[in-house]
């Protein structure tokens, strides 16, 4: 099935970026005017994070989001066949601060949040470090064609990918040696009775611990990243230091940090993260209490 599957898909991937953003503009029209693909959660998202906009203002970031999702799902498609010259042009950055890093000897974890186009964001890494082994976690994927088609994008550059449900086994190997992890920090944890607890823009949310947590153990520098859209398809990449020893935080410190981080870089793109998950899908239990790590009280 994968055969079938990867030639439709590199065929379509010829077609010019003019092109293929026509059909990015189709795919918007119907996902948001003809299904409302998960509109009322977007919505419902985006009036947590800004009570203090109006209904048309929040209309607008929701389009736009749409608009970069949809282009997201053409750009990915773009990458199988995409040169590193014309990669080179679209997504550019800054990763002076990691060879810095690496020269002094440190072990690296890079978290960030779910802005666009990951994708390439996860590319640019394994282009620009090449003086230590880069790796990142993933979420299997049911379909096995499109699992082997994603692998096939995103581990181009050197970077191993290595699933969630496989990193317990191979983690102890990976952590003897010298090492750097790109991490997607912002993920909804499965139980939220084991998570971090804190205000995320004017409600709770819960944080998964293990960034933190494998950072503290490891006594790796943490970087926090985020990506800028320049323009349509073009992205520049930041990074800013949290720590150069995650040993020496307080527990909840780098979850505190990465909080802030994410909200601030939110607030500046609105419509540049991903608003179609229920962030804000658990509620907050007198419970938790022992969990909560903000210096302020509950929303």
Not at 60 to 66: D, H, N, R, T, V
Not at 69 to 85: A, R
Not at 118 to 133: A, D, H, Q, R, Y
Not at 179 to 206: C, E, I, M, R, V
Request: aromatic residues 16%; charged residues 25%; proline residues 4%.
């Amino acid at each position: 099935m994968f055969y079938p599957v990867y030639v439709l898909l590199y065929l379509l991937s010829l077609l010019p970026f003019p092109v293929l953003y026509c059909i990015s503009d189709g795919i918007y029209f119907l996902l948001y005017y003809v299904f409302g693909y998960r509109r009322k959660i977007v919505i419902s998202n985006l009036t947590i994070a800004f009570p203090e906009k109006s209904e048309a203002e929040l209309t607008k970031i929701a389009k736009q989001f749409y608009h970069n999702l949809t282009d997201t799902f053409v750009e990915i498609i773009k990458l199988i066949s995409m040169n590193e010259q014309t990669f080179d042009k679209r997504c550019k950055g800054d990763f002076s601060m990691i060879e810095d890093l690496v020269a002094k000897g440190k072990n690296i974890q890079l978290h960030a949040g779910h802005q666009f186009n990951w994708e390439f964001g996860s590319l640019f890494m394994s282009k620009s470090i090449k003086t230590i082994p880069t790796y990142a976690v993933y979420m299997p994927i049911k379909n096995s064609a499109m699992e082997k088609l994603f692998l096939k994008i995103r581990e181009k550059y050197g970077t191993v990918f290595i699933k969630a449900t496989e990193f317990k086994q191979k983690r102890e190997a990976i952590f003897a040696k010298r090492f750097l992890f790109f991490l997607a920090a912002d993920q909804n944890p499965g139980d939220p009775s084991a998570a971090y607890w804190q205000n995320y823009f004017s409600k709770p949310a819960p944080f998964i611990t293990g960034p933190e947590t494998g950072g503290i153990k490891n006594n790796t520098a943490i970087v926090f990243v985020r990506s800028r859209i320049i323009k349509r398809g073009h992205y520049f990449l930041e990074c800013t230091l949290c720590t150069e020893n995650a040993a020496s935080t307080a527990p909840g410190e780098i979850t505190g940090a990465f909080r802030d981080f994410l909200e601030k870089i939110i607030r500046e793109e609105p419509h540049n993260y991903l608003w179609t998950h229920r962030r804000w899908k658990w509620d907050y239990r007198e419970t938790y209490n022992m969990n909560w790590i903000d210096k302020v009280t509950r929303a």
